[in-house]
């Protein structure tokens, strides 16, 4: 852990995060992240146990939401944060410092490394130009122009190569995203046929996509099947509308399938499920699989 987050003031600023909003663990570990600018990131191992402590002190709570704790701030923790506010302030402030120190080191490395390469250069020349001009003399200054060349060379082949990491960077975060939009778009049309099939299947599974897709009644007639198909084209733009976009695409996908899953067992969990209709449901998801590994592989 870096000195700045010594003598318990990593304590302090979990505070300080729970009380800009609630958030989970793994939230809190990646903004801790952000802030150090990706030069510090906390473990599970450091993080949790001090939410434990907070929220055995008072000072945050918790609620269980899609599987996870979702820490908040208490009265408690406000008061406790007011009555530091001054340490918090300087504590930001060497946060601060401390990532403009370290960002700070890595680009004195880099100058000390193209410094010393100048360096041996130019004493390299040196060293030569005090000898008798002879053939092993001419044959040093061609050698010692060719490595000139070479550091050139690579120098911009170095660039290039940056160049074309950030433009292939670019391209696969335009690509990420559009495959989470497709991932997302194919997601909800599975779900719907899913309630569609579920809903003429009739029983427990017919329940269970209802009550996932929207509340519609699964009894296997005609009315079912409509009120299914209802359901299908009223979810297909509020499904996991509450789950906003992050930046990460990666992530957002993640949340959709926790979400998809979250759902899916607990509605089964509340209703009961037979043999059966496990082996239907693992058809069903089976063939939804296929179609989302086709998806993610038309953006590759």
């Known amino acids: 852990m870096p000195p ?3 003598h318990g003031r990593l304590r302090l600023y979990l505070l300080k995060l729970l009380d800009e909003a609630p958030r989970h663990g793994y939230e809190v570990i990646r903004l801790l992240e952000e ?5 510090y990131a906390p473990s599970a191992g450091t993080v949790y146990p001090r939410l434990a402590k907070l929220e055995a002190e008072g000072l945050v709570t918790h609620a269980t939401e ?4 979702v820490y908040s701030i208490t009265d408690a923790g406000r008061a406790e944060l007011a009555d530091r506010g001054g340490e918090l302030a300087d504590l930001e402030v060497e946060i601060r410092d401390s990532v403009t120190e370290l960002a700070a080191e890595i680009r004195d490395d880099v100058r000390g ?4 390469l100048r360096r041996e250069m130019l004493a390299a020349a040196s060293a030569s130009a005090t000898r008798v001009e002879d053939e092993s003399w001419k044959a040093a200054k061609e050698d010692l122009r060719k490595a000139r060349q070479e550091w050139k060379e690579q ?3 170095a660039k290039d190569e940056s160049r074309r990491a950030r433009e292939e960077a670019q391209q696969a975060r335009r690509q990420a995203k559009e495959a989470q ?12 046929q899913l309630q569609e099939q579920f809903a003429k299947s009739g029983g427990v599974l017919g329940s269970l996509a209802g009550a996932w897709l929207g509340g519609a009644p699964a009894a296997g007639s005609a009315d079912a099947a409509a009120a299914g198909a209802a ?3 009223g979810r297909a733009s509020e499904w996991a509308a509450d789950l906003t976009a992050t930046g990460d695409p990666a992530r957002d996908l993640d949340r959709l399938l926790d979400r998809f899953r979250d759902e899916v067992r607990d509605a089964a969990r509340d209703r009961g499920v037979t043999s059966a209709q496990v082996a239907e449901a693992r058809r069903h998801l089976e063939a939804a699989c296929g179609r989302l590994g086709t998806t993610f592989g038309a953006g590759s």
């Open 181 to 192: 939009e497709r991932a997302r778009e194919e997601v909800q049309r599975i779900a719907g």
């Open 4 to 6: 700045v987050f010594a």
């Open 231 to 233: 359901a299908e084209a």
């Open 66 to 69: 899609g599987g996870r704790k």
């Open 35 to 39: 802030r150090f600018q990706g030069l």
């Open 113 to 116: 490394a193209a410094g010393d």
């Open 155 to 157: 120098a911009r082949r």
